[in-house]
């Protein structure tokens, strides 16, 4: 399983930016996709995450308002669309899968991950 997280980038306090995963695998069925976020000297937290085919969503409580994170089957594709960006969510973010079909924001449960895609939001 490979995962591709692409369009991080720099933006302005209150700015919007919505980042994708592309999976190598279909995630129509087997696979939670999760969001996390790590800034250097921290651990990696989780952030948002999908479910299977249900489709069932949780976010974390210190970006839920601003976030929404949906799929795109035919394309294999998770998005998260980030809203009233902070400078604290400057951060590399992350996308990963797992196998058991439940949403779940805890690192340690994720078997795949991908390389992360830098934001970067200026004050």
């Known amino acids: 399983v490979q995962l591709q997280a692409s369009g991080g980038g720099l933006v302005q306090t209150g700015g919007s930016l919505r980042l994708s995963c592309v999976v190598s695998?279909?995630?129509?069925?087997?696979?939670?996709i999760g969001w996390f976020r790590q800034v250097p000297g921290k651990e990696r937290e989780g952030v948002s995450c999908i479910s299977d085919s249900v489709g069932v969503t949780r976010y974390a409580e210190s970006m839920k308002g601003r976030l929404t994170i949906s799929r795109n089957n035919a394309k294999n594709t998770v998005y998260l669309q980030m809203n009233s960006l902070k400078p604290e969510d400057t951060a590399v973010y992350y996308c990963?899968?797992?196998?058991?079909?439940?949403?779940?924001?805890?690192?340690?449960?994720?078997?795949?991950w991908g390389r992360g895609t830098q934001v970067t939001v200026s004050s």
């Open positions: 695998i279909s995630t129509r069925d087997y696979y939670t």
């Open positions: 990963a899968a797992r196998t058991i079909q439940s949403c779940s924001l805890y690192v340690t449960e994720y078997e795949y």
